[in-house]
């Protein structure tokens, strides 16, 4: 069975500073790892997508995140933060190998941006 | 290409009654995923439908619960006889059929929220 923790709730930072949100997963078979963002009152929006290849992924907004199969982690970053990120961002894995199947979803950090 | 579709956006029902949640996939989709978001909590799978078949449904309650997904029209969650603690925001994701560009993606509709009085 897949578990995923994101060890931070929550994440304050000022406008322009960098930021991660960490992400840890564990998973006794291969998996893929996705970084969601969930504005207030609205729905999920893929950010990235690991599945295979270079370890280090790029997404939109500006952010990246890094696959580290030793440390099973996958920590989201991004070098300058805008008022806009303001929002909770859900770490989530799957299995890999496989086209479909469910989400695993981390209990969700909430990034606070302050001018 | 329109996005997911969930409606209604709100539901209110009475403790007792029935809610009925639908969900039109992304056109071209034909895998349907149900996720509910508890309050302070992250979003826990339910159940994942292809159309006429349950594919999944590890996640979803053993009572009070049901979901379908027919040949036509949209996927429905069904929760018969709600209970405060069914108060939640239920997700519907979306999966195109063929490969492509967005092949293992889960596309997300805007939520309906759920308010058990």
């Known amino acids: 069975a897949q578990s995923v923790t994101q060890l931070d709730s929550q994440v304050p930072v000022f406008e322009e500073a960098p930021v991660e949100l960490r992400c840890n997963y564990s998973s006794s078979v291969s998996v893929y790892l996705f970084w969601y963002v969930q504005y207030p009152n609205q729905g999920l929006q893929l950010l990235l997508k690991?599945?295979?290849?270079?370890?280090l992924v790029k997404g939109i907004n500006g952010f990246e995140a890094e696959f580290n199969k030793s440390q099973t982690s996958f920590h989201l970053r991004k070098p300058s933060v805008h008022i806009s990120d303001t929002a909770e961002y859900f770490c989530?894995?799957?299995?890999?190998?496989?086209?479909?199947?469910?989400?695993?979803f981390g209990q969700g950090t909430i990034l606070t941006v302050h001018p | 290409n329109a996005g997911v579709m969930q409606n209604p956006r709100h539901l209110v029902r009475r403790r007792g009654q029935e809610a009925r949640l639908r969900c039109s996939p992304m056109k071209g989709h034909s895998h349907v995923y149900w996720y509910r978001q508890l309050p302070e909590e992250g979003l826990k799978f339910m159940v994942y439908?292809?159309?006429?078949?349950?594919?999944?449904e590890s996640g979803m309650p053993k009572e009070r619960f049901s979901a379908e997904f027919p040949k036509e029209g949209p996927s429905i969650l069904r929760i018969q006889q709600v209970v405060r603690g069914d108060s939640a925001a239920y997700f519907c994701?979306?999966?195109?059929?063929?490969?492509?560009?967005?092949?293992?993606?889960?596309?997300f509709g805007p939520g309906t929220r759920l308010t058990v009085l």
């Open positions: 439908l292809q159309k006429e078949n349950i594919i999944d």
């Open positions: 989530a894995a799957r299995a890999g190998g496989t086209s479909y199947g469910k989400l695993t």
């Open positions: 690991y599945l295979s290849g270079s370890t």
């Open positions: 994701a979306s999966s195109p059929s063929t490969s492509g560009t967005h092949y293992n993606e889960q596309f």
